[in-house]
């Protein structure tokens, strides 16, 4: 079986906020196809690294490669290349960030037409797909304020997706969404991920951690402590900081 390339290659990569190191010389494979999960405490950098893999934050040093498109920090950044870079990334955060005067279908085809240059025809019709794929076609031409919360992240799931991205970043997605409503949002990702779509995901679901992903990260302190196969870990973790962790999750029942 051939070996996967990679989809996204971290190397060294450091990323402070004045005197507090946040990112700590990371370095980080994944494989096309694959679901990574980063799990760790609250203040572990975990949605910094996310941030910084889409450059929506800066890293200081290191280089950060995704789809063969690769960014050094140490270097002037072109606007050219944090295009090029961003157009192989889809990023879907805590807050849904969709426009509220706008229907749920424009908000899907909108994107499409600004940034690659789709005809509204197109846009429309690729947005529909998309929709119908979350089960939210019904949903068109309402407006984001008409719909539920785990609606609204499967309509920003959908707009990503739209850009026909090469990886999918997922920032703690269901943290702002009640257990029922977030387990929509977790359906469609275990679709995406069953259907090889690469993805990075900062969650505190443990069961999509364990279950769902096929290589787990676990991070403190803006490092990362271990990873590895998910079962591996979550059965006997090699780090007291990761077995520690992971007893307070089950504690509390997270």
């Known amino acids: ?20 190191t946040v990112i700590n010389n990371v370095s980080m494979t994944v494989a096309e196809g694959e679901v990574a999960a ?8 975990k949605s910094t690294l996310l941030r910084c893999i889409n450059l929506l934050e800066t890293p200081d040093t290191g ?18 290349d944090l295009a090029q870079l961003r157009s192989v990334v889809g990023m879907v955060f805590q807050s849904f960030n969709l426009f509220p005067h706008l229907t749920v279908l424009r908000n899907v085809t909108l994107p499409q037409e600004r940034v690659l240059g789709r005809s509204p025809d197109e846009a429309r019709k690729r947005g529909m797909a998309l929709l119908e794929r979350v089960g939210l076609a019904n949903k068109a031409e309402q407006y984001p304020s008409k719909c539920s919360g785990g609606q609204q992240q499967r309509i920003a799931i959908a707009r990503a997706l739209a850009l026909d991205p090469k990886v999918m970043l997922f920032d703690e997605p269901t943290s702002a969404l009640d257990p ?5 949002v977790l359906q469609v990702m275990l679709e995406l991920a069953s259907d090889g ?4 995901v900062v969650t505190h679901e443990m069961a999509f951690a364990r279950d769902v992903s096929n290589h787990l990260v676990v991070m403190a302190d803006g490092a990362i402590l271990e990873e590895g196969p ?12 990761t077995r520690q962790f992971l007893r307070a999750v089950e504690r509390d029942g997270v």
């Open 180 to 184: 029922e409503l977030g387990l929509e």
């Open 63 to 80: 280089t950060i490669t995704v789809a063969a498109n690769t960014i050094d920090a140490g270097r002037q950044l072109k606007p050219k």
């Open 230 to 241: 998910p079962a591996e870990i979550f059965a006997a973790p090699k780090e007291a900081r």
């Open 197 to 200: 779509m690469t993805m990075v």
């Open 38 to 45: 980063i799990i760790g405490p609250s203040g572990a950098g």
């Open 1 to 20: 079986m051939p070996t996967k390339q990679p989809a996204i290659q971290l190397d060294s990569v450091v990323k402070t906020f004045g005197d507090h």
